[in-house]
């Protein structure tokens, strides 16, 4: 069979391991184990071009620039499949399989960006496993021997045909409870991992005998779909056709095609603290820190702090972690009850509930540092050849400091260089843009003064040609 294309499917609120992950930015953009995001881990996983072809990120536009910085930063080209609604993950891999279908893949590989793998050589051997199947005209799924009775997992339940350690699907499981998640251990049922690997063909077919609605708004969307480049996007109307329901229900559960790999690789679906407390390398007292923490008579505990120092004093069992702006301390049986907390947050208008102090755009980021009546500072960067909008403001006046890179300032119609250490005063109602022609990243602190520091005073300019320098 030819190259696997791999399809990265990026969504969801971030909810259960806020604050770390947030709807603005979710927990697979965030760096949970090391350095790297489980989005950035994903895209490493599958960068073997005697297998993988280039990844295809299915996502909305909200998290696009994320997702196109975080490709920049490991060094992998991406294409860029863009919903203009949230349908839930059947739409989703049915229109990537359209996609697929349309520049002529023969296989697809449906990957979660939010997932634990370690092991990259033995998931490549699991795929390339799951590619023999697939090549006879099967539907792969990847199940994960348990290691205890879990009951958030679904599970598999494996068939007697085989071909080598693939074995035919005999059923998929809801979430069990306790008693029946431990029958499951003793009978050899697998966790469903929720990742898939299918011809594209094969996959909307069967999609279109269970679920026509959602076939056929997934492939009108991509016959009727826009290109900027490597962005694809979806036509939205075709799109919005399609019935809001997970792939398991339109698909996965109903056909007779769909085989099962029992995985060689470690995973987890890093769901919840809990999971970051199972995974972690724990102390003498079964306690996992991240960061600047200090614990004493703490036993059982996950704690974590991405900003202040965090001391922890005779207590077990907790979830305790610390941002700049959001405090999480929670008991581990009540951590299922953490979505319904975020949820009320939001309802009542707290920014830190959906908002990570980082916010990604287009050109870069943006973190707020402090605020107070009459002014409001920023940490800003921007990426090599992006700019900042030329724009002006009534109400307030913004004083820029480069830090780090060389920006090229447009100001009142003239143009210079910024560099690092240098500073500049724009006044209200200057036009003013920034531009990085370096080949580094552009950083500087913004602090806006003023009376009225709202986001909407805000007038943009169409870019004009700038004064000779004085």
Known sequence: MSIVIPVVLVGGSGKRLWPLSRESMPKQFVPLLGKLSTFQQTLMRVADDTLFGRPVIATNDSYRFTAEQQAREVGI???????????????????????????????????????????????????????????QGGIVTFGIPPTEPKTDYGYIRGGAERIGK?????????????????????????????????????????????????????????AKATKQGSTVFLDATAFAKAPAKSIDYAVMERTDK???????????????????????????????????????????????????????????????????????????????RLKDVVQRMSDSNHKAAT???????????????????????????????????????????????????????????RRRTLAANESVLISRNSPHGLRNPGPAVLEFIEVQTGEHLDEEDFVRYEEAPAASDP
């Open 166 to 222: 693939v074995c035919k699907v005999a059923a998929f499981v809801e979430k069990p409870d306790a008693q029946t998640a431990l029958r499951y251990l003793s009978e050899g049922l697998l966790w469903n991992s929720g990742n898939f690997l299918f011809p594209p063909a094969l996959l909307l077919s069967e999609m279109a005998r269970f679920e026509p609605a959602m076939a056929a708004a997934a492939e009108e969307a991509v």
């Open 258 to 336: 769909c085989w099962v790999v029992p995985a060689t690789f470690r995973w987890s679906d890093l769901g919840t603290w809990g999971a970051m407390l199972d995974i972690g390398e724990a102390d003498s007292a079964g306690n996992v820190t991240e960061g600047p923490v200090e614990l004493d008579e703490v036993r059982n505990s996950y704690v974590r702090s991405d900003g202040p120092l965090t001391a922890v004093i005779g207590v077990e069992n907790l979830v305790v972690v610390a941002m700049a702006d959001a405090v999480l301390v929670g008991h581990h049986d009540d951590l299922p």
């Open 77 to 135: 080209e991406i294409d860029l499949l863009i919903e203009p609604a949230r349908r839930d993950s059947g739409p989703a891999i049915g229109a990537a399989a359209a996609y697929a279908k349309s520049i002529g893949a023969e296989a697809v590989l449906a990957l979660a960006s939010d997932h634990l793998v370690v092991g990259e050589e033995a998931f490549r051997a699991d795929c390339r496993a799951g590619v023999g199947v697939v090549s």
């Open 355 to 413: 908002e990570h102090p980082r916010i990604h755009r287009s050109w870069g980021s943006a973190e707020e540092i402090s605020r107070g009546a009459y002014f409001r500072a920023k940490y800003l960067t921007i990426t090599p050849g992006e700019r900042l909008a030329l724009q002006s403001h009534r109400r307030r006046d913004k004083h820029w400091l480069v830090v780090n890179g060389i920006g090229e300032l447009l100001l009142d119609g």
